[in-house]
């Protein structure tokens, strides 16, 4: 059974200084893995994904993320944060296609991550 | 182009009724999804379809909850004499092949309140 561990509630950085969203996951397969952004009242909408290829992910708005399967981790990071990038992020798991697991993706509980002025 | 609508937008209803949340995928998509976000939470599976062929039910979480894709396209998610327990988010989502690597779009979602 897979399943995601987001390691932080909430994270608080001032406006341009890194952002940095934990995520570790369980799966026992080769797994697919997802950021998704929700702004508030705002449907899911993708940051990245990685998929067994280029470990290093880049998405939208500056973010990127690392696979790192020794550590089973898949972290969020982006240099220089924005007003606009205050929004609850849910860091997701997909075995499906690999040989077993649900149809369906695993999220994690979410970081709601704030940005100070 | 068009993506995943879903209706109504919000939906309030007393305990015991009945409810019908739609979802109208993007245009061509082979899978649908079916979610539920309570408050505070990460979405959870609900139901997946690939076509009109309901492949995957097990995270229904009761015999009140059944999903609907009858001609491969529109999928209506029904609950029966729902309870205080069922208010959440209902979010559709639908990815364009069956692939679990395919990026699953979602919709705005269906803010049930059962009083």
């Known amino acids: 059974a897979q399943s995601v561990t987001q390691l932080d509630s909430h994270v608080s950085v001032s406006e341009g200084t890194p952002v940095l969203l934990r995520c570790n996951y369980s799966?026992?397969?080769?797994?697919?893995l997802f950021w998704y952004v929700q702004h508030p009242n705002k449907g899911l909408q993708l940051l990245l994904k990685?998929?067994?290829?280029a470990t290093l992910v880049k998405g939208i708005n500056g973010f990127e993320a690392e696979f790192k399967k020794s550590e089973t981790s898949f972290h969020l990071t982006k240099p220089s944060a924005h007003m606009s990038d205050a929004a609850e992020y849910f860091c997701?798991?997909?075995?499906w296609g690999s040989g077993g697991g649900a149809d369906g993706l695993t999220f994690g509980k979410g970081t709601h991550l704030i940005i100070q002025p | 182009g068009a993506g995943v609508s879903q209706s109504p937008r919000y939906k309030v209803a007393k305990r015991g009724q009945d409810v019908a949340l739609r979802c109208d995928p993007i245009?061509?998509?082979?899978?649908l999804f079916w979610y539920q976000q309570a408050l505070g939470q990460g979405p959870e599976f609900l139901t997946y379809?690939?076509?009109?062929?309901?492949?995957?039910k097990s995270g229904l979480p009761s015999d009140r909850f059944f999903a609907e894709r009858p001609e491969g396209s529109v999928s209506t998610l029904k609950i029966q004499r729902t309870q205080q327990e069922d208010s959440a988010v209902y979010l559709c989502?639908?990815?364009?092949?069956?692939?679990?690597?395919?990026?699953?779009?979602f919709g705005p979602g269906t803010r049930l309140t059962v009083l």
């Open positions: 989502a639908s990815s364009p092949l069956g692939r679990g690597s395919d990026t699953q779009y």
């Open positions: 245009s061509g998509h082979v899978s």
């Open positions: 379809f690939q076509n009109e062929a309901q492949l995957d």
């Open positions: 799966s026992s397969y080769s797994p697919s």
């Open positions: 990685y998929t067994s290829a």
């Open positions: 997701v798991v997909s075995d």
